[in-house]
């Protein structure tokens, strides 16, 4: 549905003040309880390029592919018919009952359905840091537009973009038109229960799903499936469940042993399936992983394969294991000599670090921005300190080291409620486009949410000194 402004013409400061208003509390915790929302507010959305935007919507089938590419070599992998260290890595940490889980004949096959890359706009274009398939920000996002929608400006993906996209998504997965889901949010992440609230109110309201949110132990099982009840006392049976929970905390989430159940008995489908191996961030060191060029060419083709290469930076598994005397690390160097283990990286003067170390995707510290380490902005002593901790980590926890691409400068307005006026600052964007898939090889964009964060500012998330807005067109 196309936006017609419901408001009359209003200046920017006008805007900014009808979105303050316009934009539902709570949807992010706040420190200040005085406030409605924990960052800054623009008066129009971030505009894209048709450039940049077209890049954007070629994306979404491209991760896809990759997604498919992942799992196949994995699976391969596990069976012996690629190379071992593929699911020796995506595995690595993990309890054995959560690898088993995701090589269940039911889920072998299962993708994601929601994919949400972080896109950092580089002067060289987009650089992909992150790969996320259990993202927030969706119900922000679909607000958001729905506030700019009343003035009468439409976001990439329309006025309803996100939750008929979350819509599309269930009725593939389900083949039922208007599926019965329960948006499953467990404490770990209780900081994204308002916004999925609202998710599932716009999908009720829009009649494109019947969809609740709901705790874990709101669930009821039978042999017919899994139910949810409501507060008159009926109940509805489950279609879907959306898992809004990392599997490093499956153990903790109440009734988890009763929803595998009943996913693995197809008595109702579980999205995004519970497969570890698909949410490590170890996966772009296995796309750069010289051994491994050939098969990655023949799962995805030459063109994508090395699109995908360029999009993802340079990533390693930050791995203790010895090597034989004549090994190296391919790709890093010390003083122009290549390195044959991590620990030696500790002499990088802060000069060449243009690198951070982060979890790989199976713990707590792994999303979020939590476990984030900015290489240069350590002390020497900081630095070897990071490796070292990374190294001992490994057997329980894996983390990956990789290249740090600078966003390039944009200028970003803002409203400045303070001083009751807009104002203006440098910052770099991450732009984290929602594509949801709808098809054997097709996804629809829902929207983009962008995030811009001042320009001395290293890591770019939801910080409160940050705008977030979804994203536009540019008319130009």
């Known amino acids: 549905m196309p936006c017609t402004a419901t408001v009359p013409n209003l200046t920017a400061r006008e805007q900014a003040h009808h979105l303050y208003e316009a934009i539902p509390p709570g949807l992010f915790r706040v420190q200040d309880?005085?406030?409605?929302?924990?960052?800054?507010?623009?008066?129009?959305?971030?505009?894209?390029?048709?450039?940049?935007?077209?890049?954007?919507?070629?994306?979404?089938?491209?991760?896809?592919?990759?997604?498919?590419?992942l799992n196949n070599l994995y699976n391969r992998s596990a069976r012996g018919t690629a190379p071992s260290f593929i699911a020796e890595y995506l595995d690595q940490g993990k309890p054995e009952q959560v690898v088993k889980l995701g090589r269940q004949n039911r889920f072998k096959q299962e993708l994601p359905g929601v994919i949400r890359p972080d896109l950092i706009l580089t002067a060289d274009g987009f650089v992909a840091t992150e790969l996320d398939s259990i993202p927030g920000g969706m119900g922000f996002v679909g607000a958001m537009t729905e506030a700019y929608c009343q003035l009468g400006i439409e976001s990439v993906g329309g006025a309803d973009g996100i939750p008929l996209g979350f819509a599309a998504m269930l009725r593939?997965?389900?083949?039922?038109?208007c599926p019965s889901v329960a948006i499953i949010v467990s404490e770990?992440?209780?900081?994204?229960?308002?916004?999925?609230?609202?998710?599932?109110?716009a999908l009720r309201r829009l009649r494109a799903a019947d969809a609740w949110l709901r705790r874990p132990q709101d669930l009821t099982f039978t042999e017919d499936g899994l139910f949810i009840r409501h507060d008159d006392g009926r109940e509805t049976k489950l279609d879907a469940l959306y898992r809004n929970f990392e599997l490093f905390d499956l153990f903790n989430v109440p009734k988890q042993e009763l929803m595998l159940y009943a996913a693995r008995h197809n008595r109702v489908?579980?999205?995004?399936?519970?497969?570890?191996?698909?949410?490590?961030?170890?996966a772009f060191a296995l796309l750069h992983h010289h051994a491994l060029e050939a098969l990655w060419r023949s799962e995805l083709g030459d063109e994508p394969y090395q699109g995908l290469l360029r999009l993802f930076p340079q990533t390693w598994v930050i791995d203790p294991r010895a090597m034989p005397p004549q090994g190296v690390i391919a790709g890093l160097q010390v003083a122009g000599a290549p390195v044959s283990e991590f620990r030696q990286l500790g002499a990088l003067p802060k000069s060449e670090r243009a690198y951070v170390v982060k979890p790989s995707g199976f713990s707590e510290l792994a999303w979020g921005s939590r476990g984030v380490k900015i290489a240069d902005d350590m002390t020497r002593e900081e630095w070897q300190a990071t490796i070292d901790m990374a190294l001992s980590s490994y057997e329980r926890s894996p983390w990956i080291l990789q290249r740090f691409h600078k966003g390039k400068r944009v200028r970003q307005s803002y409203f400045d409620r303070?001083?009751?006026?807009?104002?203006?600052?440098?910052?770099?964007?991450?732009?984290?486009?929602?594509?949801?898939?709808?098809?054997?090889?097709?996804?629809?964009?829902?929207?983009?949410?962008?995030?811009?964060?001042?320009?001395?500012?290293k890591l770019i998330h939801g910080m409160t000194d940050a705008v977030m807005t979804s994203s536009i067109a540019s008319a130009a």
Do not use: H
């Open 33 to 69: 309880e005085n406030e409605r929302i924990a960052w800054r507010v623009s008066p129009e959305p971030f505009a894209l390029s048709g450039a940049q935007l077209a890049t954007i919507e070629r994306l979404g089938p491209q991760l896809l592919a990759f997604y498919r590419a």
């Open 418 to 457: 303070e001083r009751d006026e807009i104002r203006e600052y440098d910052g770099r964007v991450r732009l984290c486009p929602y594509y949801f898939v709808t098809g054997e090889d097709s996804v629809a964009l829902g929207g983009v949410l962008a995030t811009i964060a001042p320009v001395d500012k």
């Open 188 to 201: 770990e992440s209780a900081d994204y229960r308002a916004e999925m609230a609202w998710l599932a109110a």
């Open 172 to 177: 593939r997965a389900t083949g039922v038109d």
């Open 269 to 282: 489908k579980m999205t995004p399936p519970p497969k570890a191996s698909l949410e490590e961030k170890s």
